[in-house]
């Protein structure tokens, strides 16, 4: 029996499913084995679109479907654990099984908070996440970049530090920093984010770390919850995963490149959070001055649940008809949102007038945090 800490490499013993899945296919597997022994009732995953820059979240109860979603789209900048509410009444009363990269179990926690979902019928599947890129910004990049049409593009991968794209004709890689010194690569609040590793999920799984002969054939499997070690050991014992203990030199390595990826969220944190310290407020009252009142901020917000129609009701800061929204209008969303903002990014991804409202929520959101653990050091806004 698996037990909680443990850290393994995993692998699906179906040889289908492993030419499809990302690395070991365990993440699939064992969505496919909670389905069929009827530990959870339905998943909510992710599966490729119209194209490998469109993912599109999905409610799956049929097992063999799960194959479809195997494989990890990097240009998938969804959430889905607001999915979670919206389906809600589908889904009321019944066990569910989700993937959560970090900002997806940020939500569905701060969703258990506020009592919109029950843990204890959620199991989360966690896989890391060193960030996404925005389909927009792919696009863009794979033209200027790479010299290449991004329709041409058949599979894109992150791999020691590459984006690395195949065509019709080739393939080629280039370093996330060189791209995003140039203004592409990541999502900006993916760069500043600091939760790669999804460890309050039920399991933690991912690539780093994955070394030797099993070397992009098995999943890192972290084992963070005694939910996840019994939903591992029955799959095993079912004949459905392979395991093996994790290398301890693989084990140093995730831990080492987990440490660089975090020394790189604090390195972008201060970049942006400086350059918008002596001008915070003139940059807030710029920028959300095109705010055009589609609300979209607070729609897809894992935060702004139990509050969103309010703050859309007509107010002092709400007049109906008045374009823009009053600066008031965000200013109280940023207050509402202040001590949790997950630094999703969902409010910037979406807004139609691209304001950067993920940068000033996550800069809120940091600075209170530095307030109430001064462990956490000095200012970004002085340092
Ligand atoms: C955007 C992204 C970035 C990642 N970055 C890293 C990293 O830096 N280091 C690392 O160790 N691992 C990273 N991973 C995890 C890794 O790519 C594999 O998902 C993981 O190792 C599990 O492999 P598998 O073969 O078991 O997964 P599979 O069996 O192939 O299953 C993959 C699952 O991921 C889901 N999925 C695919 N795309 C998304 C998405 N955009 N959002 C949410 N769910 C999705 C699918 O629904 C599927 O269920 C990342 C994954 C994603 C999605």
């Not at 999502?187 to 460890?199: F, Y």
């Not at 703050?311 to 002092?316: M, W, Y």
């Amino acid at each position: 029996m698996a037990k909680k800490g443990e850290m393994l490499y995993a692998w699906t013993n179906d040889a289908n499913l492993a030419k499809k899945a990302e690395c070991g296919g365990a993440v699939t597997e064992l969505l496919k084995y909670a389905l069929e022994s009827k530990t959870v009732d339905a998943v909510i995953a992710v599966t490729r679109g119209v194209d490998l820059y469109d993912a599109v979240p999905v409610i799956v109860t049929d097992p063999k479907a799960l194959d479809q979603c195997a494989g990890s789209l990097h240009c998938g900048t969804i959430l889905l654990s607001k999915l979670v509410t919206e389906y809600a009444p589908k889904l009321a009363g019944k066990k569910i099984g989700m993937v959560v990269k970090g900002c997806d179990m940020m939500g569905v926690l701060e969703l258990a908070k506020r009592k919109l979902v029950n843990l204890d019928n959620i199991v989360m599947i966690g896989v890391n996440c060193g960030g996404s890129v925005s389909p927009v910004t792919a696009r863009r990049m794979i033209t200027d970049k790479y010299g290449v049409d991004p329709n041409k593009v058949t599979k894109e991968e992150i791999d020691k530090g590459q984006f690395i794209i195949e065509y019709e004709g080739g393939h080629k890689g280039i370093s996330v920093d060189e791209l995003e010194e140039a203004g592409y690569g990541r999502r900006s609040n993916c760069r500043r984010c600091k939760v790669k590793i999804p460890r309050q999920a039920d399991l933690a799984c991912g690539n780093w770390g994955v070394i030797g002969d099993k070397a992009g054939k098995a999943t890192f499997v972290e084992i963070c919850s005694e939910k996840g070690a019994t939903l591992l050991s029955k799959a095993v014992a079912a004949k459905k995963l392979s395991t093996e203990p994790a290398n301890p030199k693989g084990i140093e390595i995730r831990a080492k490149v987990e440490g660089a990826m975090y020394k790189l969220g604090d390195k972008w944190r201060k970049h942006d959070f400086e350059a918008l310290a002596p001008v915070l407020w003139e940059t807030i009252a710029k920028e959300t001055s095109r705010c055009m009142k589609c609300y979209s901020c607070i729609d897809k917000c894992p935060v702004c649940v139990t509050l969103a129609d309010k703050f859309k009701q007509p107010s002092l800061m709400i007049r109906p008809g008045v374009l823009p929204a009053d600066q008031m209008f965000h200013l109280r969303r940023f207050a509402h949102i202040a001590d949790s903002c997950i630094n999703c990014g969902q409010c910037e991804e979406l807004c139609p007038s691209e304001i950067p409202l993920a940068l000033f929520s996550h800069a809120i959101r940091t600075e209170e945090d530095r307030l109430f653990e001064p462990k956490l050091g000095k200012s970004a806004y002085t340092n």
